[in-house]
């Protein structure tokens, strides 16, 4: 793979904003959390009221490969015991993957709970192998899988498929990697 990106720092806020606003990519985060250190919840928010002609700014599918990276939770529960309600209103989930969709991510794929490291990233390549699927130089001739059907097929990856293999879900909907002409287009 080609991939234009940042590693072993942190990427500017240009980067970030150009990597999300993108028409056809992919943004793949591998680190701790949600990556609201990299690129914070507000500015994600900063991307709906980019663009004028109404279409929301976020344009990629978001891959977040952190711990709890997709792990929604209520404002009025407590973050000590998640079962405990600080208040008797009831408010709507929240999290750095909801705030991807609202900006316009078409997908998002983050982890419900706590994940190892090393399976994880077993998981992740695996994940990318099979939604990304290259033969050589040129993409593979079998027909593309939708991220979502990619996220369940990586499972088979993780050592503790039951607990790590279990945390990642999809939010949004399907996307697949379009072979055509240019293979790096994401419908």
Not at 27 to 34: D, E, I, N
């Amino acid at each position: 793979w080609e991939w234009k990106g940042v590693a072993g720092q942190m990427p500017s806020n240009e980067f970030m904003s150009h990597a999300l606003l993108e028409e056809n990519g992919l943004y793949l985060y591998c680190g701790h959390g949600g990556g609201d250190k990299v690129f914070s919840r507000s500015q994600v928010e900063e991307l709906m009221t980019i663009r004028d002609d109404g279409i929301r700014g976020c344009r990629v599918p978001v891959v977040l490969m952190g711990c709890s990276s997709g792990r929604l939770h209520s404002v009025n529960t407590s973050r000590e015991n998640p079962s405990e309600c600080v208040s008797a209103m009831q408010y709507e989930p929240e999290g750095i993957a909801l705030t991807y969709l609202f900006a316009g991510a078409p997908c998002v794929v983050g982890n419900l709970w706590d994940v190892t490291d090393r399976d994880i990233d077993r998981y992740c390549i695996t994940l990318m192998e099979d939604f990304l699927p290259l033969q050589g130089n040129n993409f593979s001739s079998t027909k593309p899988l939708s991220l979502a059907k990619c996220v369940a097929k990586a499972r088979r990856a993780c050592k503790l498929r039951y607990i790590v293999g279990s945390a990642p879900v999809c939010y949004g909907v399907p996307v697949v990697c379009s072979s055509g002409s240019n293979p790096s287009i994401l419908r």
